[in-house]
Nanobody, 121 residues
Framework: QVQLAESGGGLVQAGGSLRLACTASGSIFSIDSMGWHRRAPGNQRELVAVVYSGGTTTYADSVKGRFTISRDDTENTVYLQMNSLKLEDSTVYYC???????????????WGLGTQVTVSS
């Protein structure tokens, strides 16, 4: 089993910045991808950003140029630097990790409990 510990959410004024962090621990042999999703209308989860093991990143169009995702493989930690925050960025952000517990194990998907980001005017 893998546990995800998220931190960094909070209240910030529009135009401000926050940095989210998520550390994975437990039965981890390798991590394929680490990313962030957020709660969207209808209680769906939408991709915000993801970083793959080779360093490739993908961003939602709505955050390109404002958010930066990075990972520290020595600490099994993923960061999301959020700049120029807008009111519409307010929601719950969830860490997502795809990892294996051995060379021959299938990739499993794990979610954090979520951290609230609130952007005020």
């Amino acid at each position: 089993q893998v546990q995800l510990a998220e931190s960094g959410g909070g209240l910030v004024q529009a135009g401000g910045s926050l940095r989210l962090a998520c550390t994975a621990s437990g039965s981890i042999f390798s991590i394929d991808s680490m990313g962030w999703h957020r709660r969207a209308p209808g209680n769906q989860r939408e991709l915000v950003a993801v970083v793959y093991s080779g360093g490739t990143t993908t961003y939602a169009d709505s955050v390109k140029g404002r958010f930066t995702i990075s990972r520290d493989d020595t600490e099994n930690t993923v960061y999301l630097q959020m700049n120029s925050l807008k009111l519409e960025d307010s929601t719950v952000y969830y860490c997502n990790v795809n990892s294996r517990r051995s060379t021959w194990s299938p990739v499993r998907n794990y979610w954090g409990l979520g951290t609230q980001v609130t952007v005020s005017s």
